[in-house]
């Protein structure tokens, strides 16, 4: 363990030790290597980090956004500069290729970008003689403090969905990064450092349930984001609400994508594979399970089985692999038990990635692409979201039996439809129950000027994370009616 990885709450503009005794060993899912020991942070921490940032709130609301935007900016440039270390440690603690955490830093990066333009998606609005000479206008004023919560396969991008806005429109903020990925944050923090924000105003605190729950108990944090499980997702939009906070908590999901007999072979092919096994299927918006419409089902079960059988499983860092590992020894195993069950209930293992061994690393937790066939619409694969590299693929009539599927599954992140005809695209777009769609796209994945959405058992909440959703999240709306009669004013 060097320097760099001795891990370390950010409070107040400086570097902490945890006050706790309990630590959880970081390990590289591909050469199991101990990277790191996370602390489990305390009651205790949460309390300085919360003071600290209500302490330095009513000082950075009054900066004007344009000045606050410049440490953004500065945040920007470090995190360019900085952009393949960044991705390096993602790859080392989370597993997925170096290419993909590339993007996902580009898509951090993004976001940034887009709260620089927070003086003019802050701006309120104003109606003059709602009666005779009383105006009315609305202003956004920030929340106060908020903080994010946030979950192991986007170490690098997730914060950033949420924190770069609340910032910029005038809050002060605290990450809590999942124990099992903390180490980008570590790095992106100490760009932070250097980018010279007042005191408190962007704080750092690691740990899981205590730290955790201390957040959803505490009186001075306004404002909650979390991703993560469904489960605990619900279990923190609950307890957040029942402490009168406002929160947005973006949960688990099952991903359907309708092929259409009429869609491009060759791309259908090429980009539902790389949307099912891109980050080991450990992605929220990782295609999960293929509806083959009509004749879809002559080819598209050989052609996606002869890409996944390609593609090169192994440590992320080398430069030829396409997938890495999952996260833990114990997701392998449920992923694994999930394919047995599947095959129980009857459906087909077409290509099975289960005993993937990689020369070199073969304690790494790898599970290679592995497809299903005729996966039962009633069974555990069907409806269970797997997080994993697993393809199921299960075959309907036409677009109206499709369609219903996916409107009856009680996730609803995304879904998707391949296809060249614009009627069915249409159909699609309008009546599906998803909140992320993409025609002819395997990860619809929204930029950061769109809101990241989500329904049903895949979001809680009303305002999403991202672009103008995010504004409206983290400010609240004031509303002022003004009346100056003529005859106060005093004559000179
Ligand atoms: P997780 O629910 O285990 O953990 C998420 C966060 O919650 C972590 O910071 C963790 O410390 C905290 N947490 C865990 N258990 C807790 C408890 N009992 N009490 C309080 N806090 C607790 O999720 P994960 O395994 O890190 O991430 C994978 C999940 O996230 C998948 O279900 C995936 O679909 C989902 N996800 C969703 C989106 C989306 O946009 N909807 C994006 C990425 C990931």
Redesign the pocket.
């Known amino acids: 363990m060097d320097d760099d990885n001795n891990i370390m709450n950010f409070i107040n503009g400086e570097w902490r030790n945890s006050e706790t005794l309990e630590y959880l060993n970081v390990v590289n899912p591909a050469t199991q290597e101990i990277l790191g020991k996370v602390p489990l942070s305390t009651i205790n921490d949460i309390e300085a980090a919360s003071q600290a940032a209500y302490k330095a709130y009513h000082e950075w609301r009054r900066i004007p956004p344009t000045e606050r935007v410049q440490y953004l900016f500065k945040l920007k440039s470090l995190m360019e500069a900085n952009f393949d270390n960044l991705a390096r440690t993602i790859t080392m603690e989370c597993g997925k290729t170096f290419d993909e955490a590339r993007g996902e830093i580009k898509r951090a990066i993004e976001n940034i970008e887009v709260a620089c333009g927070i003086p003019i998606l802050l701006q309120g609005y104003f109606s003059e003689d709602i009666a005779s000479g009383i105006d009315e206008f609305m202003i956004r004023q920030p929340v106060g403090v908020a903080s994010v919560?946030?979950?192991?396969?986007?170490p690098g991008m997730?914060p950033f969905w949420f924190m770069p806005y609340a910032l910029a429109c005038g809050n002060t903020y605290i990450v809590?990064p999942?124990?099992?990925v903390p180490l980008t944050m570590q790095k992106v923090f100490k760009l932070i450092e250097q980018v010279g924000f007042p005191e408190g105003v962007i704080n750092l605190v690691n740990g899981?349930?205590v730290a955790?729950?201390a957040i959803l108990d505490h009186p001075y944090i306004k404002a909650i984001s979390?991703?993560?499980?469904?489960p605990?997702a619900k279990?923190?939009y609950s307890r957040a609400a029942a402490n009168g906070k406002r929160a947005q908590c973006?949960?688990?999901?099952k991903n359907l994508s309708i092929v259409m007999p009429d869609a491009d072979r060759e791309m259908t092919t090429r980009v539902i594979a790389d949307s099912a096994f891109g980050s080991a299927g450990q992605r929220?918006l990782a295609t999960s399970l293929v509806l083959t419409v009509g004749e879809a089902r002559d080819w598209f079960p050989d052609m996606i089985c002869d890409n996944a059988a390609k593609r090169v499983v192994g440590y992320g860092l080398n430069p030829d692999v396409e997938m890495g590992p999952v996260i833990t020894p114990q997701s392998k195993e449920r992923i694994e038990n999930i394919i047995e069950q599947g095959s129980k209930e009857g459906a087909k293992i077409l290509v099975d990635g289960r005993g993937t061994v990689v020369e070199g690393y073969e304690q790494g937790n790898f599970i290679g692409p592995t497809l299903l066939g005729n996966v039962p619409t009633d069974g555990f694969v069907f409806k269970t979201?797997i997080?994993g590299p697993v393809l199921g693929m299960t075959h309907v009539i036409d677009i109206e039996e499709a369609i219903s599927l996916i409107n009856n599954h009680e996730y609803g992140?995304m879904a998707c439809i391949f296809t060249s005809n614009g009627e069915s695209a249409r159909k699609f777009r309008y009546e599906t129950e998803a909140g992320n769609i993409g025609v002819n796209i395997g990860v619809a994945a929204p930029m950061a000027f769109f809101p990241?959405s989500?329904w049903k058992e895949?979001?809680f909440g009303v305002l999403h994370g991202q672009g103008r959703d995010a504004v409206e999240f983290f400010t609240q709306e004031k509303v002022v009616i003004e009346r100056w009669p003529k005859e106060w004013t005093r004559k000179f």
């Not at 979390?226 to 469904?230: F, H, I, K, P």
Request: glycine share 12%; proline share 3%.
């Open positions: 919560i946030a979950p192991f396969n986007f997730i809590k999942s124990e099992r899981a349930k955790v729950d979390m991703v993560g499980s469904t605990i279990y923190i973006q949960g688990g999901a929220c979201e997080f992140n990241f989500g895949s979001f």
